[in-house]
């Protein structure tokens, strides 16, 4: 049995969906599993947000408001609020009533994972905004329809979707592609460098390897999306996308068996 068999037979025998998408930048795969198949975005979804913005033409510098009150994507609905009890990130909430900068709540949504920066982020933007990226990339199922915490959307039916093979689209024209200026794709890639996440995809890296990734979790969710960039290959996309209901410690391990894999056969 070859490797990419037994990555096959460990993601076909865990409960729920496990998809993966490992190859070359821009593609073809080497191997992938249920590419196609949705899953909920969790925070992988705040990639789009962060090449809408640096797409966007905004002033990344200026002043804005940093506020814990936003728009529903369910008309008629009320605004609602994030929860600071399920945000990883305390900086931005140390700010609420003052100001900050989209430059800095980016750096905060992609290296913290934080909610409340990623909601006023998609807030400058729009959803329409982040949308447009996903299309550019070629996806065909990824959405982004909503602001973290929208409990009124999702239990409307508005939701984040993604997939293996689009979240690989999306990192590989980050990495090779024009979606963003030379100058913003340095930034980018710097930004997802710095995510402070690492016991998912980057665990089944050896020490210090360079890798530009954002993973998402939540009860049942588990996803590991990037490039590995090695010195003795060329940079290849590795993703794991999983909805099961396997405990998140062995959800992380799985995504970490195929980052492995991966490195193996780079």
Not at 248 to 255: I, Q
Request: proline share 6%.
């Amino acid at each position: 049995m070859t490797s990419w068999d037994k990555i096959d037979s460990a993601l076909a025998a865990a409960p729920g969906t496990s998809s993966a998408w490992v190859g070359p930048v821009g593609g073809p795969p080497v191997y992938a599993r249920l590419a196609d198949a949705t899953h909920y975005a969790a925070s992988t979804m705040k990639v789009g947000v962060l090449v809408a913005l640096h797409r966007a033409g905004l002033d990344l510098d200026a002043p804005v408001p940093v506020h814990n009150r936003h728009e529903s994507a369910l008309p008629g609905a009320e605004p609602f609020a994030n929860d600071p009890a399920e945000d990883s990130d305390t900086a931005t909430w140390a700010l609420l009533g003052g100001t900050s900068t989209l430059r800095d709540l980016a750096r905060q949504m992609i290296v913290r994972s934080g909610n409340l920066a990623t909601n006023l982020c998609l807030g400058a933007v729009g959803v329409p905004a982040v949308n447009s990226v996903w299309r550019l990339t070629g996806a065909t199922h990824s959405v982004t329809a909503r602001g973290i915490e929208d409990s009124a959307a999702r239990l409307a039916g508005i939701d984040n979707l993604v997939t293996a093979g689009d979240l690989a689209a999306l990192f590989g024209a980050v990495v090779a592609g024009d979606l963003v200026p030379p100058a913003a794709r340095r930034e980018v890639l710097a930004l997802l460098e710095a995510n402070e996440h690492r016991d998912d995809l980057v665990a089944g890296l050896p020490e210090g390897t360079r890798v530009a990734h954002k993973n998402g979790w939540i009860t049942g969710v588990r996803h590991g999306a990037g490039v590995v960039f090695p010195d003795d290959a060329p940079p290849y996309t590795v993703v794991v996308c999983t909805t099961t209901t396997l405990p998140d410690d062995e959800a992380c391990a799985l995504v970490a068996s195929v980052s492995a894999a991966a490195w193996q056969a780079r």
